[in-house]
């Protein structure tokens, strides 16, 4: 049963695949004929008068070494000027900028009653959604496990983890505010 029989097959499929078994493989004469073609050449330029702006081939500087390290002295030239020459600097990292682009510095106090107030304002605000955001951490997280029964366990779980995980995020946003409340509203120590 496992044979294929000659009288379930194509007759055709037959002779088909005795005639690629017979066939032996092509030699060098029999190779496929083959043109060449003619070689690629860069499209023509759209103004005639760019075409001689175009660059010859092998005409290209060669590439000129970048200089490491700046000369210590500022040439002078003779009408007088002086080269511009850029002070080494280390680059400042991003999270450094971004510090110091969003803080005041350390020592720097607000000037003026009208900044001490809107400080005071901002930080009240923190602290007041600081402590919204606990009594949601508190009540999302201490919810206990859904009392429907016709619910699969499945979804009952996964209804606890998604609880879990909203209790966590306000919990930390809920800290969060309590911070920049806190560096709002307590004057820095004067050491």
């Known amino acids: ?25 092509l030699s060098a004469d029999e190779a496929l004929p083959t043109s060449r ?14 075409a001689s702006l175009a660059p010859l081939p ?5 590439p000129a070494m970048p200089a490491s390290i700046p ?3 500022t040439p002078s030239f ?3 000027t002086t080269r511009y020459r850029p002070e080494p600097t280390a680059k400042p990292s991003w ?8 803080f005041p510095p350390p020592g720097a106090a607000s000037t003026g009653s009208n900044a001490h107030l809107a400080h005071g304002v901002a930080g009240a605000t923190c602290a007041v959604l600081g402590l919204a955001f606990a009594v949601v951490a508190l009540v999302t997280g201490l919810r206990g496990a859904p009392t429907d029964m016709s619910m699969a366990p499945a979804v009952a779980a996964a209804l606890i983890v998604a609880r879990a995980f909203v209790a966590i995020g306000a919990g930390a946003f809920s ?3 309590f911070r920049m409340a806190e560096r709002l509203l307590v004057p820095p120590r004067a050491e």
């Open 1 to 25: 049963m496992n044979e294929a029989s000659p009288e379930y097959l194509d007759p055709d499929l037959l002779k088909d695949a005795e005639q690629t078994s017979q066939r032996q493989a």
């Open 37 to 50: 073609l003619p070689p690629i050449t860069p499209p023509p330029l759209a103004n005639p008068a760019m």
């Open 58 to 62: 092998g005409s290209f500087p060669p």
């Open 71 to 73: 000369p210590m002295t």
């Open 78 to 80: 003779s009408d007088g």
């Open 95 to 102: 999270l450094r900028a971004l510090l110091t682009t969003t």
């Open 175 to 177: 800290f969060g505010c």
